[in-house]
């Protein structure tokens, strides 16, 4: 198993320097030769499953993330920015394994997920693995990099846990998904840009910037995916509309309609209440909960939420020098806040 050859298409982050972008190919092209070397085992069948989701092909941001970071230092082809980007995607991709066996997925990234082409066991076995070989490379990046992966590690294994346990009698249900969202997704993407402004050579006004950058992006990023549950085309984002709200699942845009005291949402109240309704179940009630919530007042309110935290993100770039670098994840944070796929 061998990995896709370097494409030429779009970057997964928005780069109109056609020469920064051909860098950043280059370097990519280097990380995605690195991450199938880094997951060879002695076993050939554990290389086959280490390599399994990697083969699936994905759109590498973290590591993207961590090149890009980089140019904001001198040394962005350092040697350690591309083990750097290899640790956040092996982190990232053990962690979809784990994920596919608690959401019993069938698919990742249009492949049989691991837990569907063998068994639960060895998926978790197999990101566990993962996760083993992003320790032993963060370890050659040196102690602070261990500290920085441990408590990243820390953080989203915890977000995973909250996120299988309801908030608690009296706390805020919506903080509580920030909590998980900020756990589970910004905390690795803030620790992509880290990663990239530190082993580039970055100042530590621009390491501190980045980082507080990435979290809030890596957490308007997953947001706008609950938005999109609710309001997306499935032409258009390849998703199917209304998954997370079939399986109850919570999204910032329910939670925020749950929030409502209006009398004119009774309806969509009861729809959304677990004890009150089966939207798993009935197709009926799934297509008018997914039609009440479109109409109401929460999609802007959770748009708008959305867009605040990417203003934010936008905001901290001040520390950097103006230039295409900036200019990108200026970009980066705009798309985050409106996309559609």
């Known amino acids: 198993m061998r990995p896709p050859a370097a494409s030429a298409s779009d970057l997964a982050l928005p780069i109109d320097d056609a020469a920064l972008a051909e860098r950043l190919r280059a370097r990519l092209a280097k990380v995605e030769t690195a991450l199938f070397e880094h ?18 092909g994905g759109k590498r941001f973290r590591p993207l993330l961590v090149l890009l970071a980089a140019e904001t230092g001198d040394r962005p082809d350092a040697d350690e920015v591309i083990q750097a980007a290899c640790v956040v995607e092996i982190t990232h991709v053990g962690s979809l394994y784990h994920d596919d066996v608690m959401d019993e997925a069938a698919l990742r990234r249009g492949a049989d997920s691991a837990n569907s082409r063998w068994d ?5 076995l197999t990101g566990d693995w993962l996760f083993a070989k992003s320790s032993e490379l963060t ?38 998904h920030l909590e998980v969202v900020a756990g589970k997704t910004g ?54 509309p209304g998954t997370d709200l079939r399986e109850g699942v ?32 009935d197709d009926a009630l799934h297509a008018e909960a997914l039609d ?10 959770a748009r708008a ?21 900036r200019t990108a994840l200026e970009a980066f944070a705009d798309v985050v806040a409106t996309r559609t796929a």
């Not at 990239?196 to 997953?222: C, D, K, N, R």
């Not at 009440?292 to 309110?301: S, V, Y």
């Not at 939420?305 to 670098?325: I, N």
Request: aromatic letters at 4%; charged letters at 20%.
């Open 39 to 56: 997951a060879q085992s002695r076993a050939p069948f554990v290389t086959e499953a280490a390599r399994h989701l990697l083969s699936a």
């Open 250 to 281: 919570p999204t910032l845009p329910v939670l925020m309609a749950r929030a409502s005291t209006d009398p004119a949402d009774a309806r969509l109240l009861e729809l959304l209440d677990p004890e009150q309704s089966d939207l798993a179940a």
């Open 139 to 176: 370890a050659a990046l040196g102690p602070e990099a261990v500290l920085i992966q441990a408590e990243t590690f820390g953080r989203l294994v915890e977000g995973q846990i909250l996120e299988t346990v309801p908030p608690g009698p009296g706390d805020d249900p919506l903080a509580h």
């Open 292 to 301: 009440l919530l479109r109409k109401h007042p929460a999609m802007d309110e």
């Open 120 to 124: 639960n066991l060895v998926a978790i």
């Open 187 to 240: 905390s690795l993407i803030a620790t992509s840009a880290r990663y990239g402004a530190m082993f580039g050579g970055a100042s530590p006004e621009v390491v501190s910037a980045l980082t507080e950058y990435g979290e809030l992006v890596g957490t308007a990023f997953q947001l706008s995916d609950d938005i999109l549950d609710i309001a997306s085309d499935s032409e258009e984002s390849g998703k199917t």
């Open 305 to 325: 939420y959305v867009v605040a935290r990417a203003q934010e993100a936008k905001a901290l770039l001040v520390a950097l020098p103006e230039g295409s670098v």
